[in-house]
């Protein structure tokens, strides 16, 4: 069964570096998105991402954040200089197409800001 | 977009006792969809219901779409400790984002 992988499953970083969190999606699929969940809290939208640009974005995704699809297969979330509120899981999600329903996510990358 | 409000926001049951989450919108749902998330795990799609008065199965899982679009339910009969996670009932998909709420979280006690 396809499914979305990302890398790496566990990223330790110290204050203040830059991130970068990896995610192959379907390789069918036409719409990307990350989304984020602290410990123990729900789950938060912060991205969407269709036709090699961004379709929409929360509050949370501030200027230190950015997307990338820079090979037509990985889709790339950076964090620039990271903050310890960041430590998170961090989920890449992608769907087939306009019409489609099901939303298949990843494992998660699990950001520890030390 | 407007999150749908799901009740209660904790379950604890017996392993073969019944369980129902609820989900209650105050606008008219294109769809609702459905999701588990196991305990450390990802987001996992259910299903996704769009006729109005719509029941579906899946095994020990019911899920119902509401007459007037505005609520739905999941109900899980005879629980096993499988079915522990959170359970969320969303609103949007296809194109536009997933909107999570809180969700049920479900415990069962073997």
Redesign the interface.
């Known amino acids: 069964e396809p499914e979305v992988t990302q890398t790496p499953s566990h990223q330790v970083t110290q204050m203040g570096q830059e991130v970068i969190l990896r995610c192959v999606p379907i390789s069918n699929h036409l719409y990307f998105y990350w989304y984020r969940q602290i410990l123990g809290q729900k789950v938060e939208f912060l991205v969407s991402f269709y036709n090699n640009e961004i379709s929409e974005k929360s509050e949370i995704f501030d200027d230190q954040f950015s997307v990338e699809r820079p090979d037509g297969s990985n889709f790339t979330l950076k964090i620039r200089s990271t903050k310890l509120e960041d430590s998170a899981m961090y989920f890449c999600a992608s769907i087939r197409g306009r019409r489609d329903t099901e939303a298949f996510f990843g494992q998660g990358t699990r950001l520890t800001v030390v | 977009g407007q999150q749908v409000m799901q009740i209660p926001q904790y379950q604890h049951v017996q392993e073969g006792e019944d369980f129902t989450t609820y989900c209650n919108s105050s606008t008219t749902l294109s ?1 609702i ?1 459905w999701y588990k ?1 196991r305990p450390g ?5 259910l299903i ?1 219901l769009v006729k109005s008065g719509e029941v579906k199965k899946q095994k020990r899982l019911t899920f119902q779409f509401g007459e007037a679009k505005k609520n739905s339910s999941l109900h899980i009969t005879a629980t096993q400790t499988t079915d522990v996670g959170t359970y ?1 009932c969303l609103r949007g ?3 536009e ?7 049920t979280k479900l415990t069962v006690n073997p």
Do not use: A, D, E, I
């Open positions: 769809n969809q998330q795990g990802h987001p996992v799609f996704q969320f998909g296809g194109s984002k997933l909107v999570f709420g809180k969700g």
